[in-house]
């Protein structure tokens, strides 16, 4: 096996770290959001005890959800989800020779570039989605200046984003950079916090 340019490795593995953290985040607050929806309905009485905590929690989560996601497909930010994608497809054969070297080899050059191929059209089919996050942030959430209540209520209204959106983008960024891990590492990682899920546990008890 030829020499691996221990540079190009690094900045590879230093842009997928700063990512994957964004990911793990990011399933993590939305992971709680959906729990949010589903205990909101099967424990509602045991929620009503405590309305300003879940409130403000729920409003945070979805702040930090959207902050995630933004960064994560920020096109003026040199680590983005698409130019590392499109720096990974142009280095593949680096890519491949650092996932020879950690002895799995189950990805051939055709099939590594059917999948980075892959995940890069499934970004640019979020064009819509990402143009409405980019409007949102720029307008909305970067901004210190005060707005009225109803300039932002028409922004929001005119660049819709739902959970399903969020969830989307979320699961795209997920994917691929879950397959870049794995190919490189050979470790599949779980993209979300241990134990994550133990909300409605707490709930139970509350409920005895």
Not at 34 to 48: D, S
Not at 125 to 154: A, C, F, V
Not at 177 to 197: D, H, M, R, S, W
Request: aromatic residues 12%; proline residues 1%; hydrophobic residues 35%.
């Amino acid at each position: 096996m030829t020499e691996i340019n221990q540079q190009q490795e690094e900045k590879i593995m230093n842009q997928l770290k700063f990512l994957w953290n964004s990911v793990f985040e990011m399933n993590s607050y939305f992971c709680i959001i959906e729990q949010y929806y589903e205990n909101g309905t099967n424990f509602k009485e045991e929620m009503q005890i405590s309305p300003a905590f879940y409130h403000y929690t729920y409003n945070a989560l979805i702040v930090a959800t959207f902050s995630e996601v933004t960064r994560m497909y920020d096109s003026n930010s040199k680590s983005n989800l698409m130019s590392f994608l499109k720096y990974c497809k142009d280095n593949q054969d680096l890519l491949l020779k650092i996932h020879k070297r950690s002895g799995s080899g189950w990805v051939s050059d055709e099939r590594l570039n059917e999948k980075l191929c892959g995940f890069i059209t499934q970004i640019e089919e979020l064009s819509s989605d990402l143009k409405k996050l980019k409007t949102q942030r720029d307008k909305i959430y970067s901004h210190n200046d005060s707005k009225k209540q109803e300039d932002l209520n028409k922004i929001i209204s005119n660049n819709p984003l739902f959970l399903d959106d969020m969830k989307r983008m979320i699961k795209v960024a997920t994917n691929s950079l879950t397959f870049v891990q794995a190919l490189l590492t050979n470790i599949n990682k779980k993209p979300y916090a241990k134990n994550i899920g133990d909300w409605k546990e707490t709930l139970l008890r509350v409920k005895l």
